[in-house]
Protein backbone atom coordinates (compact mmCIF):
# COMPACT_ATOMS: atom_id res chain seq x y z
CA UNK A 1 0.00 0.00 0.00
CA UNK A 2 1.04 3.63 -1.06
CA UNK A 3 0.56 6.11 1.57
CA UNK A 4 0.89 9.83 1.53
CA UNK A 5 0.80 12.06 4.53
CA UNK A 6 0.07 16.10 4.05
CA UNK A 7 1.96 17.70 6.90
CA UNK A 8 5.64 18.41 7.54
CA UNK A 9 6.15 18.34 11.69
CA UNK A 10 6.64 16.19 14.59
CA UNK A 11 3.16 15.42 14.23
CA UNK A 12 3.27 14.35 11.47
CA UNK A 13 6.57 12.76 11.91
CA UNK A 14 4.96 10.63 14.93
CA UNK A 15 2.06 9.20 12.63
CA UNK A 16 4.43 8.42 10.07
CA UNK A 17 6.43 6.28 12.21
CA UNK A 18 3.63 4.59 13.76
CA UNK A 19 1.82 3.86 9.99
CA UNK A 20 5.47 1.85 8.91
CA UNK A 21 4.55 -0.51 11.75
CA UNK A 22 1.90 -1.74 9.03
CA UNK A 23 3.36 -4.69 7.55
CA UNK A 24 1.18 -3.77 3.96
CA UNK A 25 2.53 -0.13 4.01
CA UNK A 26 5.51 -0.38 0.74
CA UNK A 27 5.85 3.12 0.53
CA UNK A 28 5.23 6.60 2.46
CA UNK A 29 5.24 10.00 0.83
CA UNK A 30 5.49 12.95 3.37
CA UNK A 31 3.82 16.57 1.83
CA UNK A 32 5.87 18.32 2.02
CA UNK A 33 7.76 16.59 5.12
CA UNK A 34 10.98 17.65 6.33
CA UNK A 35 14.87 16.98 6.63
CA UNK A 36 14.08 14.81 9.72
CA UNK A 37 11.22 12.79 8.27
CA UNK A 38 13.45 11.78 5.13
CA UNK A 39 15.06 8.97 7.32
CA UNK A 40 11.51 7.60 7.74
CA UNK A 41 9.18 8.72 4.13
CA UNK A 42 10.18 10.43 1.04
CA UNK A 43 9.52 13.80 1.10
CA UNK A 44 8.13 15.45 -2.05
CA UNK A 45 8.72 19.39 -2.08
CA UNK A 46 4.80 20.02 -2.00
CA UNK A 47 3.58 22.56 0.28
CA UNK A 48 0.69 21.22 2.65
CA UNK A 49 -1.83 24.02 1.41
CA UNK A 50 -0.98 23.67 -2.72
CA UNK A 51 -3.95 21.04 -2.65
CA UNK A 52 -4.57 20.94 -6.24
CA UNK A 53 -0.40 19.71 -6.46
CA UNK A 54 -1.35 17.33 -4.04
CA UNK A 55 -4.36 15.97 -5.36
CA UNK A 56 -2.17 15.48 -8.58
CA UNK A 57 0.66 14.12 -6.94
CA UNK A 58 -1.45 11.21 -5.55
CA UNK A 59 -3.64 10.76 -8.39
CA UNK A 60 -0.06 9.98 -10.66
CA UNK A 61 1.40 8.37 -8.11
CA UNK A 62 -1.85 5.75 -7.42
CA UNK A 63 -1.96 6.84 -3.72
CA UNK A 64 -4.11 4.24 -1.73
CA UNK A 65 -4.38 5.74 1.18
CA UNK A 66 -3.90 9.67 2.41
CA UNK A 67 -3.44 11.17 6.02
CA UNK A 68 -4.28 15.00 5.99
CA UNK A 69 -2.22 16.07 9.10
CA UNK A 70 -2.61 19.60 9.40
CA UNK A 71 -5.48 22.27 10.09
CA UNK A 72 -5.20 24.76 6.83
CA UNK A 73 -5.57 21.96 4.40
CA UNK A 74 -8.85 20.53 6.03
CA UNK A 75 -10.36 23.46 6.39
CA UNK A 76 -9.43 24.07 3.06
CA UNK A 77 -11.41 21.06 1.35
CA UNK A 78 -8.31 18.59 0.92
CA UNK A 79 -10.36 15.80 1.71
CA UNK A 80 -12.72 16.69 -0.48
CA UNK A 81 -10.53 17.18 -3.55
CA UNK A 82 -8.86 14.38 -2.70
CA UNK A 83 -12.02 12.10 -2.40
CA UNK A 84 -12.99 13.51 -5.39
CA UNK A 85 -10.90 11.62 -7.11
CA UNK A 86 -11.30 8.45 -5.53
CA UNK A 87 -8.79 8.77 -3.09
CA UNK A 88 -10.08 7.87 0.37
CA UNK A 89 -8.93 10.07 3.04
CA UNK A 90 -8.29 10.30 6.68
CA UNK A 91 -9.30 13.55 8.01
CA UNK A 92 -12.69 15.46 7.75
CA UNK A 93 -14.19 17.59 4.66
CA UNK A 94 -13.88 21.10 4.32
CA UNK A 95 -18.01 21.31 5.78
CA UNK A 96 -16.63 19.01 9.17
CA UNK A 97 -13.63 20.60 9.62
CA UNK A 98 -15.04 24.39 10.34
CA UNK A 99 -15.11 22.81 13.93
CA UNK A 100 -11.65 24.27 14.25
CA UNK A 101 -11.61 26.72 10.98
CA UNK A 102 -14.18 28.56 12.45
CA UNK A 103 -14.89 29.97 16.46
CA UNK A 104 -18.27 31.14 16.23
CA UNK A 105 -19.32 28.08 14.14
CA UNK A 106 -18.44 25.96 17.11
CA UNK A 107 -19.42 28.54 19.92
CA UNK A 108 -22.90 28.11 18.48
CA UNK A 109 -22.70 24.60 17.80
CA UNK A 110 -22.18 23.51 21.74
CA UNK A 111 -25.01 26.47 22.79
CA UNK A 112 -27.23 25.03 19.99
CA UNK A 113 -26.90 21.43 21.67
CA UNK A 114 -26.74 22.29 25.22
CA UNK A 115 -22.33 21.05 24.89
CA UNK A 116 -20.82 22.65 28.01
CA UNK A 117 -18.62 25.70 27.34
CA UNK A 118 -17.70 29.26 28.68
CA UNK A 119 -20.61 31.55 28.03
CA UNK A 120 -19.43 33.88 25.38
CA UNK A 121 -20.56 36.81 22.85
CA UNK A 122 -19.85 37.45 19.26
CA UNK A 123 -19.13 40.36 17.33
CA UNK A 124 -18.71 41.04 13.74
CA UNK A 125 -18.67 45.30 14.90
CA UNK A 126 -15.54 46.82 16.80
CA UNK A 127 -17.57 50.10 18.19
CA UNK A 128 -20.00 47.00 19.68
CA UNK A 129 -17.40 44.65 20.78
CA UNK A 130 -15.70 47.77 22.80
CA UNK A 131 -18.49 49.09 24.30
CA UNK A 132 -19.37 45.63 25.31
CA UNK A 133 -15.96 44.99 27.20
CA UNK A 134 -16.58 48.81 28.97
CA UNK A 135 -18.76 46.07 31.09
CA UNK A 136 -17.45 42.79 30.74
CA UNK A 137 -16.59 40.60 33.44
CA UNK A 138 -12.54 40.44 33.62
CA UNK A 139 -10.58 38.77 33.26
CA UNK A 140 -12.25 38.08 29.79
CA UNK A 141 -11.11 35.88 26.85
CA UNK A 142 -10.77 37.21 23.50
CA UNK A 143 -10.79 34.56 20.11
CA UNK A 144 -10.36 35.55 16.27
CA UNK A 145 -13.13 33.54 14.21
CA UNK A 146 -10.76 32.32 12.21
CA UNK A 147 -7.49 30.01 12.42
CA UNK A 148 -4.61 32.07 13.45
CA UNK A 149 -1.55 29.52 13.79
CA UNK A 150 -3.02 28.73 17.49
CA UNK A 151 -2.25 32.36 18.39
CA UNK A 152 -5.74 33.61 18.25
CA UNK A 153 -6.38 33.84 21.76
CA UNK A 154 -6.03 36.72 24.45
CA UNK A 155 -6.40 36.32 28.12
CA UNK A 156 -7.23 39.71 28.90
CA UNK A 157 -6.50 40.28 32.79
CA UNK A 158 -7.44 44.04 32.65
CA UNK A 159 -10.33 45.76 30.26
CA UNK A 160 -7.52 47.95 28.02
CA UNK A 161 -6.02 44.64 27.73
CA UNK A 162 -8.92 43.18 26.04
CA UNK A 163 -10.04 46.46 24.31
CA UNK A 164 -6.43 46.16 22.47
CA UNK A 165 -7.13 42.67 21.22
CA UNK A 166 -9.92 43.75 20.01
CA UNK A 167 -8.61 46.74 18.44
CA UNK A 168 -5.37 44.68 17.02
CA UNK A 169 -8.21 41.84 15.62
CA UNK A 170 -10.77 43.70 13.98
CA UNK A 171 -8.97 47.06 13.12
CA UNK A 172 -5.26 46.31 13.10
CA UNK A 173 -5.83 43.23 11.03
CA UNK A 174 -3.06 41.06 12.60
CA UNK A 175 -4.61 37.37 11.78
CA UNK A 176 -6.08 39.06 8.40
CA UNK A 177 -9.65 37.94 7.72
CA UNK A 178 -9.95 35.28 10.91
CA UNK A 179 -9.72 38.46 12.77
CA UNK A 180 -12.47 40.38 11.40
CA UNK A 181 -15.60 38.75 13.75
CA UNK A 182 -13.89 38.01 17.45
CA UNK A 183 -15.58 35.94 20.21
CA UNK A 184 -15.37 37.10 23.89
CA UNK A 185 -16.02 34.28 26.55
CA UNK A 186 -16.00 34.06 29.78
CA UNK A 187 -13.13 33.07 31.76
CA UNK A 188 -12.33 29.69 33.08
CA UNK A 189 -10.05 27.77 35.45
CA UNK A 190 -9.20 24.34 36.02
CA UNK A 191 -6.78 22.15 35.06
CA UNK A 192 -6.62 21.65 31.02
CA UNK A 193 -7.37 18.29 29.18
CA UNK A 194 -6.17 17.09 25.75
CA UNK A 195 -8.44 14.11 24.50
CA UNK A 196 -7.51 12.94 21.10
CA UNK A 197 -10.33 10.68 19.42
CA UNK A 198 -10.91 8.76 16.65
CA UNK A 199 -14.23 8.58 15.26
CA UNK A 200 -16.50 7.22 11.81
CA UNK A 201 -19.17 9.86 12.49
CA UNK A 202 -20.66 6.82 14.47
CA UNK A 203 -18.98 5.96 17.14
CA UNK A 204 -16.47 7.61 19.33
CA UNK A 205 -13.40 6.16 20.63
CA UNK A 206 -11.28 8.39 22.42
CA UNK A 207 -7.12 7.62 22.58
CA UNK A 208 -5.04 8.06 25.88
CA UNK A 209 -5.62 11.74 27.19
CA UNK A 210 -2.35 14.04 27.88
CA UNK A 211 -1.54 17.51 29.13
CA UNK A 212 0.38 19.89 26.56
CA UNK A 213 2.49 22.76 28.23
CA UNK A 214 1.95 25.77 26.27
CA UNK A 215 4.48 28.46 27.93
CA UNK A 216 7.91 29.05 26.71
CA UNK A 217 9.39 28.87 30.27
CA UNK A 218 9.41 26.34 33.30
CA UNK A 219 6.25 27.08 35.63
CA UNK A 220 4.17 27.76 32.89
CA UNK A 221 5.42 31.24 32.11
CA UNK A 222 6.30 33.62 29.32
CA UNK A 223 4.79 34.04 26.15
CA UNK A 224 2.54 31.26 24.40
CA UNK A 225 4.48 28.71 22.14
CA UNK A 226 2.96 25.64 19.71
CA UNK A 227 3.56 23.20 22.82
CA UNK A 228 6.69 22.65 24.77
CA UNK A 229 6.14 19.36 25.78
CA UNK A 230 3.72 16.86 26.69
CA UNK A 231 2.71 13.76 29.01
CA UNK A 232 0.18 10.95 28.46
CA UNK A 233 -1.98 10.02 30.44
CA UNK A 234 -3.30 13.28 31.85
CA UNK A 235 -3.90 12.20 35.97
CA UNK A 236 -6.49 14.98 36.11
CA UNK A 237 -8.49 12.62 33.88
CA UNK A 238 -9.71 9.76 36.02
CA UNK A 239 -12.19 7.50 34.60
CA UNK A 240 -15.27 8.93 35.80
CA UNK A 241 -14.09 12.33 34.12
CA UNK A 242 -14.03 10.28 31.39
CA UNK A 243 -17.33 8.82 31.50
CA UNK A 244 -18.74 12.28 31.96
CA UNK A 245 -17.32 13.73 28.95
CA UNK A 246 -18.22 11.18 26.89
CA UNK A 247 -21.93 11.46 27.73
CA UNK A 248 -21.70 15.60 27.92
CA UNK A 249 -19.40 16.15 25.25
CA UNK A 250 -18.11 13.66 23.06
CA UNK A 251 -21.32 11.96 21.51
CA UNK A 252 -23.49 15.25 21.80
CA UNK A 253 -20.52 16.69 19.68
CA UNK A 254 -20.70 14.11 17.07
CA UNK A 255 -24.45 13.68 17.18
CA UNK A 256 -24.69 17.65 16.94
CA UNK A 257 -22.46 17.52 13.56
CA UNK A 258 -24.52 14.84 12.17
CA UNK A 259 -27.50 16.60 12.72
CA UNK A 260 -25.96 19.89 10.92
CA UNK A 261 -25.31 17.46 8.35
CA UNK A 262 -21.76 17.78 8.50
CA UNK A 263 -20.17 14.57 9.38
CA UNK A 264 -17.10 14.21 11.05
CA UNK A 265 -14.38 11.35 10.62
CA UNK A 266 -11.11 11.36 11.55
CA UNK A 267 -9.37 12.67 14.59
CA UNK A 268 -11.59 15.24 16.51
CA UNK A 269 -9.60 17.32 19.30
CA UNK A 270 -11.26 18.14 22.56
CA UNK A 271 -9.72 20.46 24.28
CA UNK A 272 -11.27 20.90 27.86
CA UNK A 273 -11.10 22.23 30.90
CA UNK A 274 -11.94 21.03 34.35
CA UNK A 275 -13.80 23.25 36.21
CA UNK A 276 -15.31 23.56 39.47
CA UNK A 277 -18.85 23.50 37.20
CA UNK A 278 -17.98 20.11 35.62
CA UNK A 279 -15.76 19.85 32.46
CA UNK A 280 -16.32 22.34 29.76
CA UNK A 281 -14.67 22.94 26.04
CA UNK A 282 -12.22 25.29 25.54
CA UNK A 283 -11.52 24.64 21.95
CA UNK A 284 -12.20 21.72 19.45
CA UNK A 285 -9.41 20.92 16.85
CA UNK A 286 -10.64 18.69 13.36
CA UNK A 287 -7.53 16.67 13.33
CA UNK A 288 -3.86 15.15 15.79
CA UNK A 289 -2.33 17.60 18.19
CA UNK A 290 1.30 19.06 18.24
CA UNK A 291 2.74 17.64 20.40
CA UNK A 292 0.26 15.65 21.73
CA UNK A 293 0.24 13.17 18.96
CA UNK A 294 3.83 12.50 20.49
CA UNK A 295 3.34 10.66 23.50
CA UNK A 296 -0.33 9.76 22.31
CA UNK A 297 0.52 7.53 19.42
CA UNK A 298 3.50 5.85 20.80
CA UNK A 299 1.18 4.44 23.48
CA UNK A 300 -1.19 2.96 20.87
CA UNK A 301 -1.21 -0.92 20.91
CA UNK A 302 -3.71 -1.37 17.41
CA UNK A 303 -2.30 -1.10 14.47
CA UNK A 304 -2.92 3.26 13.58
CA UNK A 305 -3.59 2.35 9.79
CA UNK A 306 -6.17 -0.05 10.21
CA UNK A 307 -8.06 2.52 12.81
CA UNK A 308 -7.75 5.07 10.72
CA UNK A 309 -9.32 3.25 7.64
CA UNK A 310 -11.87 2.39 9.66
CA UNK A 311 -12.90 5.71 10.49
CA UNK A 312 -12.96 6.29 6.76
CA UNK A 313 -15.15 3.04 6.07
CA UNK A 314 -17.86 3.46 9.14
CA UNK A 315 -16.28 0.30 10.66
CA UNK A 316 -14.85 1.95 13.62
CA UNK A 317 -17.16 0.27 15.91
CA UNK A 318 -15.71 -3.16 15.10
CA UNK A 319 -12.07 -1.67 15.17
CA UNK A 320 -10.00 -2.77 18.37
CA UNK A 321 -8.45 0.67 19.77
CA UNK A 322 -6.41 -0.67 22.21
CA UNK A 323 -3.81 2.37 24.59
CA UNK A 324 -0.66 0.34 26.93
CA UNK A 325 -1.18 0.91 30.59
CA UNK A 326 2.28 3.18 30.96
CA UNK A 327 3.08 6.54 31.16
CA UNK A 328 4.50 8.86 27.90
CA UNK A 329 6.69 11.99 28.05
CA UNK A 330 7.81 14.07 24.80
CA UNK A 331 10.36 17.13 25.61
CA UNK A 332 10.38 19.39 23.03
CA UNK A 333 14.00 21.19 21.75
CA UNK A 334 13.20 24.71 20.45
CA UNK A 335 15.43 27.60 18.97
CA UNK A 336 17.01 29.77 21.47
CA UNK A 337 14.63 32.99 21.40
CA UNK A 338 11.45 30.97 19.82
CA UNK A 339 8.22 31.66 20.08
CA UNK A 340 10.03 35.49 18.95
CA UNK A 341 13.13 35.72 16.93
CA UNK A 342 15.29 32.43 16.20
CA UNK A 343 18.01 31.81 13.97
CA UNK A 344 18.06 28.40 11.78
CA UNK A 345 20.31 26.48 10.19
CA UNK A 346 22.12 24.91 13.06
CA UNK A 347 23.84 21.61 12.45
CA UNK A 348 21.97 18.73 14.20
CA UNK A 349 23.90 15.90 15.80
CA UNK A 350 21.46 12.85 17.66
CA UNK A 351 23.02 9.83 19.86
CA UNK A 352 21.97 6.66 18.12
CA UNK A 353 19.24 6.15 21.44
CA UNK A 354 17.93 9.88 21.22
CA UNK A 355 16.92 9.57 16.79
CA UNK A 356 15.32 6.75 18.05
CA UNK A 357 13.04 8.91 19.95
CA UNK A 358 12.83 11.88 18.48
CA UNK A 359 10.57 12.98 16.34
CA UNK A 360 12.02 16.00 13.58
CA UNK A 361 9.69 19.04 13.36
CA UNK A 362 12.07 21.88 11.98
CA UNK A 363 14.86 21.02 10.46
CA UNK A 364 15.87 20.43 7.13
CA UNK A 365 19.06 18.42 5.01
CA UNK A 366 21.53 20.58 3.70
CA UNK A 367 24.70 19.41 1.92
CA UNK A 368 23.18 15.55 3.30
CA UNK A 369 23.44 17.28 6.94
CA UNK A 370 20.31 18.04 9.19
CA UNK A 371 20.43 21.63 10.19
CA UNK A 372 17.50 23.44 11.87
CA UNK A 373 14.77 25.49 10.50
CA UNK A 374 12.09 26.13 12.39
CA UNK A 375 11.43 27.34 15.87
CA UNK A 376 10.31 24.02 17.70
CA UNK A 377 12.85 21.83 16.36
CA UNK A 378 12.63 18.09 17.64
CA UNK A 379 10.90 16.08 20.40
CA UNK A 380 11.65 13.30 22.34
CA UNK A 381 9.83 10.87 23.34
CA UNK A 382 10.07 8.06 26.37
CA UNK A 383 7.47 5.49 27.40
CA UNK A 384 7.53 3.98 31.34
CA UNK A 385 5.60 1.93 33.64
CA UNK A 386 5.38 5.36 35.70
CA UNK A 387 5.11 8.98 35.17
CA UNK A 388 8.46 10.12 37.29
CA UNK A 389 10.21 7.68 34.86
CA UNK A 390 9.36 8.46 31.45
CA UNK A 391 9.97 12.10 32.26
CA UNK A 392 13.41 10.94 33.41
CA UNK A 393 14.06 9.31 30.42
CA UNK A 394 12.72 11.74 28.17
CA UNK A 395 14.96 14.18 29.43
CA UNK A 396 18.30 11.48 29.04
CA UNK A 397 16.97 10.59 25.71
CA UNK A 398 16.68 14.40 25.00
CA UNK A 399 20.09 14.84 25.81
CA UNK A 400 21.58 13.25 22.84
CA UNK A 401 20.16 15.84 20.93
CA UNK A 402 22.19 18.41 19.82
CA UNK A 403 22.64 21.89 18.28
CA UNK A 404 23.51 25.44 19.07
CA UNK A 405 21.22 27.66 20.78
CA UNK A 406 18.59 24.58 21.91
CA UNK A 407 16.10 25.30 24.57
CA UNK A 408 14.13 23.12 26.65
CA UNK A 409 11.75 23.68 29.36
CA UNK A 410 12.86 21.69 32.70
CA UNK A 411 9.55 20.92 34.17
CA UNK A 412 7.66 18.80 31.57
CA UNK A 413 5.57 16.38 33.53
CA UNK A 414 6.27 18.40 36.86
CA UNK A 415 2.65 19.75 37.33
CA UNK A 416 0.85 15.90 36.54
CA UNK A 417 3.52 14.23 38.67
CA UNK A 418 2.59 16.93 41.44
CA UNK A 419 -0.93 15.99 40.95
CA UNK A 420 -0.53 12.21 41.10
CA UNK A 421 1.68 12.42 44.54
P1 LIG B 1 -6.47 27.82 22.18
O1 LIG B 1 -5.56 28.52 21.21
O2 LIG B 1 -7.91 27.88 21.81
O3 LIG B 1 -5.96 26.45 22.51
O4 LIG B 1 -6.35 28.61 23.53
C1 LIG B 1 -5.09 28.79 24.09
C2 LIG B 1 -5.18 28.67 25.56
O5 LIG B 1 -5.93 29.75 26.08
C3 LIG B 1 -5.90 27.43 26.07
O6 LIG B 1 -5.08 26.32 26.10
C4 LIG B 1 -6.30 27.88 27.45
O7 LIG B 1 -5.20 27.77 28.32
C5 LIG B 1 -6.59 29.35 27.26
N1 LIG B 1 -8.03 29.58 27.14
C6 LIG B 1 -8.79 29.54 26.03
N2 LIG B 1 -10.07 29.82 26.31
C7 LIG B 1 -10.14 30.04 27.65
C8 LIG B 1 -11.20 30.37 28.57
N3 LIG B 1 -12.44 30.55 28.16
N4 LIG B 1 -10.87 30.52 29.87
C9 LIG B 1 -9.60 30.37 30.29
N5 LIG B 1 -8.58 30.05 29.48
C10 LIG B 1 -8.83 29.89 28.18
N1 LIG C 1 -1.35 21.25 21.08
C1 LIG C 1 -2.41 22.03 20.62
C2 LIG C 1 -2.70 21.95 19.19
O1 LIG C 1 -2.27 21.07 18.48
O2 LIG C 1 -3.42 22.82 18.70
Redesign the pocket.
Known sequence: MKIMVVGGGGREHAIIKKIKENKDVTEIFALPGNGGIAADATCVDIGATDIERIVSFAVENKIDYAVVAPDDPLVLGCVDALEKKGIPCFGPRANAAIIEGSKVFSKNLMKKYGIPT?TYEVFENMEVALNYLETAPIPT?I?ADGLAL????I?AQTRDEAKTAVRDMMEGGIFGKSGSRVVV?????GP?VSVLAFTDGKVVKPMVSSM?H?RIGDNDTGL?TGGMGTVAPNPYYTKKIADECMETIFLPTINAMNKEGRTFKGCLYF?L?LTPNGPKV??YNCRFGDPETQVVLPLLESDLLTVMMATTNGTLSDTEVKFADKHACCVILASNGYPTAYKKGFEMTFTEEALKATYVAGAKLENGKLVTAGGRVTGTTAIADSLEEAIKEAYRLSDGVKFEGAYRRTDIGKRALDALN
Request: glycine share 14%; proline share 0%.
Open positions: AVKGKGVIEEFLTEDKNGMIE
